[in-house]
């Protein structure tokens, strides 16, 4: 069974304050941890002394927490901190709560510890972020769910493994990837795989083993004719990768599509990718590593929503839009529901099987981990996708941005932004801001103020 990790809520508070008004706001700030958190670590009360916290600590299995949660529910020195960091390695989220009273007596003086708290850590080195406010405030409450929500993702990534099959294509440079840096920035691993052995071992496949792979098809996609060979082929490849994914616990792809594809098996990857991105591991061609971890965290943040990847292929500066598009790889549940997932040919190739259909409307969130020699980058846009025919054949979706179309165009230009661009129904810009915010990485925003 997988372990899962742990918020660790520290309430720390001194004697020589309100406790009993420092109580009152511990229990609103547990009450509201375990809503949003499957599992939390806390003392029965607030901690008054460095040495109960240590003996609390000692308790504790530190390498199953994700995120630490001290909250100053009273003024309290830098020892209390310090006697953290020293057995948990976890970044730290401060919270301060607020005076319960104006006028006479200071009764917490918990903003004053979260400066102090603050000020150690980053003397300190240690990974952390500030909330100030009471649990019960909406603002609060926000910043809260961002900030875990972004935590369980590190962890998250610090346990994908992103099997790549097949060199990407000649000049296609923007898709490698240095595997050192990604290890050491993400925590990602690569897993290597010959793609012309799996275009051997797939045809060995008896046809039990591989017609699932069509009736799973079948149950989203339009018009598929199971007697197609290149239906075959991609039922015999699908089922050939998805037994080497689960021995090797892998939860990400990025596929040679071309000219491979095309030339040995017979048929467009495109349905591969559709299919593996909509079942839950995400899957990008060209075998751009970075548009698959792109892919990825967007899945993550989104609560498992499908993603797409996409190249930026056309402008229309009368309804401040862009339009994203690939050959043929979608996940199915991203098709207009008044079309639906249809299968069709590679519009340059004519191979089946692809997918062909225009992508529903909505809200969405564009997204790119880059790379550049200078390290580690992240692009955000927001937009609205609209309910527009297909514009080219393949998968489309047109999106009508935030900001100004022609200076956007310009700027991700002259910055030199990678061509492949990913894309989730839901607005998650604020958790890619922190992802960005909590890995010292430069970000790019590109969103109406």
């Not at 069974?1 to 511990?26: C, N, Q, W």
């Not at 079948?218 to 021995?247: H, M, P, W």
Request: hydrophobic residues 35%; glycine residues 8%.
């Amino acid at each position: 069974m997988p372990v899962h990790p742990s918020v660790l809520y520290i309430p720390i508070g001194r004697k020589t304050f309100d406790l009993e008004a420092a109580e009152h706001e511990r229990r609103k700030s547990s009450s509201f941890l375990h809503e949003v958190s499957h599992h939390v670590v806390e003392p029965d009360s607030i901690v008054t002394s460095p040495e109960e916290l240590k003996a609390f600590l000692d308790g504790v299995d530190v390498d199953r927490v994700s995120t630490t949660i001290y909250q100053s529910v009273t003024f309290a020195d830098g020892e209390f901190i310090e006697t953290i960091i020293q057995q948990v390695k976890a970044p730290v989220i401060v919270w301060s709560v607020r005076e319960p009273s104006v006028g006479g007596r200071l009764r917490l003086n918990s903003l004053t510890g979260g400066n102090s708290t603050s000020h150690v850590l980053r003397c300190a080195g240690h990974p952390y972020s500030f909330i100030f406010g009471n649990a019960d405030e909406a603002n609060v409450q926000m910043m809260l769910k961002v900030k875990l929500k972004v935590q369980n993702l590190l962890n998250d990534l610090k346990n994908l493994k992103i099997g790549v099959i097949g060199e990407h294509p000649p000049g296609f440079f923007f898709s490698g990837t240095d595997e050192e840096a990604l290890h050491k920035q993400w925590g990602v691993q690569v897993e290597h795989f010959d793609l012309h052995k799996a275009f051997e071992e797939c045809r060995k496949l008896p046809r039990e083993k591989w017609e699932p792979a069509i009736e799973r098809a079948e149950q989203q996609v339009i018009g598929l004719n199971r007697n197609d060979e290149t239906v075959k082929r991609f039922a015999q490849f699908s089922t050939y990768v998805k037994d080497q994914i689960e021995e090797r616990d892998i939860s990400a792809i990025a596929v040679r599509c071309w000219p491979d594809f095309f030339n040995e098996l017979g048929a467009a990857a495109c349905s591969t990718l559709s299919q593996f991105t909509e079942d839950g591991v995400v899957s990008s061609c060209e075998s751009d590593i970075h548009g698959s971890v792109s892919m990825f965290i967007l899945r993550q943040l989104s609560g498992g929503s499908a993603p797409y990847l996409g190249d930026l292929v056309h402008v229309n500066e009368a309804s401040n839009s862009v339009v994203f598009w690939h050959c043929g790889a979608g996940a199915y549940s991203l098709a207009h529901p008044d079309q639906g997932a249809q299968s069709g040919v590679h519009p340059n190739r004519k191979m089946g099987m692809t997918m062909e259909f225009g992508l529903k409307p909505g809200r969405v969130t564009m997204f790119r981990v880059s790379y550049t020699p200078e390290g580690y980058r992240l692009l955000i846009m927001r937009g609205d996708a609209l309910d527009t025919p297909k514009r080219f054949d393949g998968t489309s979706v047109e999106v009508k941005l935030e900001t100004e179309v022609q200076s956007t165009l310009y700027q991700l230009m002259e910055e030199g932004f990678e061509p492949h661009y990913a894309l989730v129904y839901e607005d998650v810009a604020s958790e890619l801001v922190e992802l960005g915010r909590q890995l010292g990485l430069e970000t790019t925003l590109l969103v109406r103020d």
